[in-house]
């Protein structure tokens, strides 16, 4: 009978020693930070919509400034699905693909990249859990230091590229 019982046991602890383990951004913060974003871009007079996904580009939570125009809400998850997906700020690769004309082709990956500045991943105890999307700021720069502060206000590592 231990036998049998050994036999049935191993395997599966063998493979649940195999499972992978992610960390995932809890509801609550992903909330927490797009209330910091939307807060600081209303307090400099802009309208936005902001947006967090999870590590897997999926949509937690998006919230719409009042007065916010309707294509901030598509081009928030988009940023934030593109940070999490390229793990670096969209900033950069609006940069990259500006000095780079051949990577012009990353904007057509899929439908929900949006290679323009304002999104940015979201980086907790050294993992990227997820991404950050801002949209209606007037310039990509802000839409950056929107959702930066988003960041902040769950104390996310910093991701803003330095200006140059």
Known sequence: ???????????????????????????????????????????DGYRVSVSVVDRAGILRAMGRADGAGPHTVDSSRKKAYTAASARRPTSELADLITKVPTLQTLRDINGDILILGGGLPIELGGEIVGGIGVGGAPGAHLDDACAQDGLDAIGAASKVPAPK
Request: glycine share 2%; with cysteine; hydrophobic share 50%.
């Open 1 to 43: 009978m231990a036998t049998l019982v050994l036999c049935l046991v191993t395997p599966y602890g063998t493979f649940a020693d195999e499972l992978l383990k992610e960390s995932v951004l809890p509801l609550s913060m992903a909330s927490k930070a797009i209330q910091a974003a939307v807060e600081s871009c209303k307090k």
